[in-house]
T-cell receptor, first 116, second 117 residues
Framework: AQSVTQPDIHITVSEGASLELRCNYSYGATPYLFWYVQSPGQGLQLLLKYFSGDTLVQGIKGFEAEFKRSQSSFNLRKPSVHWSDAAEYFCAVGHFRDNYGQNFVFGPGTRLSVLP | DTEVTQTPKHLVMGMTNKKSLKCEQHMGHRAMYWYKQKAKKPPELMFVYSYEKLSINESVPSRFSPECPNSSLLNLHLHALQPEDSALYLC????????????????FGPGTRLLVL
C-alpha cells in the first residue's frame, strides 16, 4: 500500500542554519512527489514537485529537494533558514485510483520552528 | 495565476444550522477537491470532482453535501454538523489531464475555519 512517512514531527533550527526535512515513501509505481508548506491557519502552498528527469529539483523560497529512488526518499533542503520559514511542511505522493482519478497521500507533516 | 479562493474565512454554526462553504478557481482546472484538516494533522480527502462529476467520496457522512455547479465553482453544504466536525476545510484544484495520471499538481485555497457549537 502507498504511504508517506516524515520521521521528524518537530524540528528546531537557528535562523541562518541549514535545514533538511526527511520524507520517505512507499509506492508501487512511478512516484510523483510534492512538498507543500502551510503557515498557521493557512492553506497549503506548493514548494516544489518531482515528476522525472533531474533528481535535484529547485522550488520557491530557496528550497530544493533530492529524489533518491534507491532510498525511496525525497528530502527537502534549504541552505539558510529564515524566520519566515517557520511552518508545517507536508510531503505527498500522487496516487492514481483506477476509474476514480488522482488523489494525494500525505505524510504526517513536520513542524519547523526557527530560533532568532 | 494559481489562485483558489474560499469563502467564508471563518464560520461558526450551531448543530441545527445549514450553511455552505464556497470555493472558486479560474485556472481552467477540471478537477476540484474538498479536504478536512484537524489541528496538527495532514489534510484528509473528502470529495473529488472531475469534469463537474463526483468521482471520489471518501465515505463522508451525509451531513456534508458537495456540489459543483460549474467548472469554476465548488460548494460544500453543511447540515446538522457535530462539534467534532470543527476543522479547517480546504479546497484544491488541478488540471485533470487526459489520460489521467497520478502527477496532477493540486493548488490549495486558504481554507475555511469552521467551528461547530
Amino acid at each position: 500500500a502507498q504511504s508517506v512517512t516524515q520521521p521528524d514531527i518537530h524540528i528546531t533550527v537557528s535562523e541562518g542554519a541549514s535545514l533538511e526535512l526527511r520524507c520517505n515513501y512507499s509506492y508501487g509505481a512511478t512516484p510523483y512527489l510534492f512538498w507543500y508548506v502551510q503557515s498557521p491557519g493557512q492553506g497549503l502552498q506548493l514548494l516544489l514537485k518531482y515528476f522525472s528527469g533531474d533528481t535535484l529539483v529547485q522550488g520557491i523560497k530557496g528550497f530544493e529537494a533530492e529524489f533518491k529512488r534507491s532510498q525511496s526518499s525525497f528530502n527537502l533542503r534549504k541552505p539558510s533558514v529564515h524566520w519566515s520559514d517557520a511552518a508545517e511542511y507536508f510531503c505527498a505522493v500522487g496516487h492514481f485510483r483506477d476509474n476514480y482519478g488522482q488523489n494525494f497521500v500525505f505524510g504526517p507533516g513536520t513542524r519547523l520552528s526557527v530560533l532568532p | 495565476d494559481t489562485e483558489v479562493t474560499q469563502t467564508p474565512k471563518h464560520l461558526v454554526m450551531g448543530m441545527t444550522n445549514k450553511k455552505s462553504l464556497k470555493c472558486e478557481q479560474h485556472m481552467g482546472h477540471r478537477a476540484m477537491y474538498w479536504y478536512k484538516q484537524k489541528a496538527k494533522k495532514p489534510p484528509e480527502l473528502m470529495f473529488v470532482y472531475s469534469y463537474e462529476k463526483l468521482s471520489i467520496n471518501e465515505s463522508v457522512p451525509s451531513r456534508f453535501s458537495p456540489e459543483c455547479p460549474n467548472s469554476s465553482l465548488l460548494n460544500l453544504h453543511l447540515h446538522a454538523l457535530q462539534p467534532e466536525d470543527s476543522a479547517l476545510y480546504l479546497c484544491a484544484s488541478s488540471q485533470d489531464e487526459s489520460p489521467a495520471t497520478n502527477k496532477e499538481t493540486q493548488y490549495f485555497g486558504p481554507g475555511t475555519r469552521l467551528l461547530v457549537l
